[in-house]
C-alpha cells in the first residue's frame, strides 16, 4: 500500500465517491431518521400506557433492541427474515436496520421530554375537560419535543456516522464507495481521507440544521 500522498490522486477519485457513495449515506440517514422518531414517539406512547401488559411488552422489546448490536439487527433483517418470506433490498434493510435501532433511543428521549411537563399543564387540560388526544397533541407534545430537539439530533448524526455498516449487505455508502476505489488501485489514504472528510461536512451540516431548529421551534413557542 503506498502512503504518499498524491493530490492528482485525489482529485482523480472525489467524484467518484462523492457520486457513488453520498447520496446512498445521505437516504440512509434521513430515511432512518423519519422511521426513528416516527416509530420512537409510538414507543414512547405506548410505554406511558395504563395498561401493564403493553407498557412491559413495550420495554422489553426497547431494552432488546437497545442491548444488542445494531450490526446482528442487520444481519437478522437481511439473511434471517427471507426464511419467513420477508425480504427487502439491501438498503430498504439497512434503513430498517437503523430506524428500528435508533426509534428505541429517541423513545427514552421521548419520554423524558414529556415527563419534564410540569404536572400543572396536566390538570389545566384535565380542568378545561380537553379530550386526551387533543391534550397530547396541543398541549404536552409542543412543550415536550423542543426540550429533546438537541438529543434527537445527536442520534441523527450517531446514525450517519454508522452507515458504513450496511456495507456488509452490500450498500455501497461513501464508505464502501472509498474502499472499492481504493482497491482498485491498491491505494487507500486519499479514498478514506475522502470519506472522512464527507462525513466530517455531512455532521457539521446536521448540527447546524438542529441548531437552527432548536432557534426556530424556541421563536414559535
Request: net charge positive; hydrophobic share 55%.
Amino acid at each position: 500500500m503506498n502512503l504518499d500522498w498524491n493530490w492528482d490522486y485525489f482529485w482523480e477519485v472525489l467524484p467518484d465517491i462523492v457520486g457513488r457513495g453520498l447520496w446512498i449515506t445521505v437516504q440512509a440517514t434521513v430515511y432512518g431518521s423519519i422511521i426513528a422518531y416516527l416509530l420512537g414517539m409510538v414507543l414512547a406512547l405506548l410505554r406511558r400506557s395504563p395498561i401493564r401488559v403493553v407498557s412491559t411488552v413495550t420495554w422489553a422489546f426497547i431494552e432488546f433492541i437497545r442491548s444488542t448490536p445494531l450490526l446482528v439487527q442487520i444481519f437478522f433483517l437481511f439473511f434471517v427474515f427471507p426464511d419467513f418470506g420477508i425480504k427487502f433490498d439491501a438498503l430498504t434493510t439497512g434503513v430498517i436496520a437503523l430506524g428500528l435501532h435508533y426509534s428505541t433511543y429517541a423513545s427514552e428521549v421521548y419520554r423524558a421530554g414529556i415527563e419534564a411537563v410540569p404536572v400543572g399543564q396536566w390538570e389545566a387540560a384535565t380542568a378545561l375537560s380537553l379530550p386526551r388526544s387533543r391534550t397530547w397533541r396541543a398541549v404536552i407534545l409542543p412543550q415536550a419535543i423542543p426540550r429533546v430537539l438537541p438529543a434527537l439530533g445527536n442520534y441523527t448524526i450517531s446514525m450517519l456516522k454508522e452507515t458504513p455498516l450496511l456495507l456488509v449487505i452490500g450498500v455501497t455508502d461513501i464508505a464502501g464507495a472509498a474502499f472499492q476505489t481504493g482497491s482498485k488501485a491498491f491505494r487507500y489514504v486519499e479514498p478514506i481521507t475522502i470519506a472522512g472528510l464527507l462525513f466530517l461536512v455531512l455532521s457539521l451540516l446536521a448540527s447546524l440544521l438542529v441548531r437552527w431548529l432548536e432557534r426556530r421551534v424556541g421563536t414559535l413557542r
